[in-house]
């Protein structure tokens, strides 16, 4: 993808959700072209080179175990960071709100991937022109929280 985004709002929306979950969970989507509150939530993975923790805001659907989220980075050509992360180490930490818990990460095999995709287009239908975008398949990864949590 040869344009420059404005990331910006990533970075806020990161901050105000370590300052304020409950607040932050439910994010106005506008900024990036959406309409309403869409909730979100702050996955937390350990940087793969620099072993440091790093935030997230992400979409989100909740399944009976945990959560699912879509690795598109708007359709660019290569995987997000927090992704790459979490091929390193699937370990990672999710806040929902004031709820937090420990997760392990796992992507969708090619047979569980199309009923999730499907999900997640119908609740944020610009995947699809994401998808559209980039040659790579966009994963869909689901947060299963650790036993325990």
Partial sequence: MSELRDYSWLREH????????????????????GSGLVPTLLLTTTGRKSGERRPTPLLYQPTGSGFIV??????????????????????????????GYTATARTLSSEERPAYWEWMTRFW?????????????????????????
Wanted: hydrophobic share 35%; with cysteine; glycine share 8%.
């Fill in 14 to 33: 990161t901050q105000r959700y370590l300052n304020d979950p409950e607040g932050a969970h439910n994010w106005d989507a506008s900024p990036v072209g």
């Fill in 70 to 99: 879509v690795a598109s980075r708007g359709g660019a050509d290569f995987h997000p960071a927090w992704y790459l992360n979490l091929l390193e180490n699937p370990e990672c930490e999710v806040t929902v709100g004031r709820f």
């Fill in 125 to 149: 239908p610009d995947y699809l022109a994401y998808q559209a975008r980039t040659d790579r398949e966009i994963p869909v990864v689901i947060l299963d929280a650790q036993p325990g949590n």
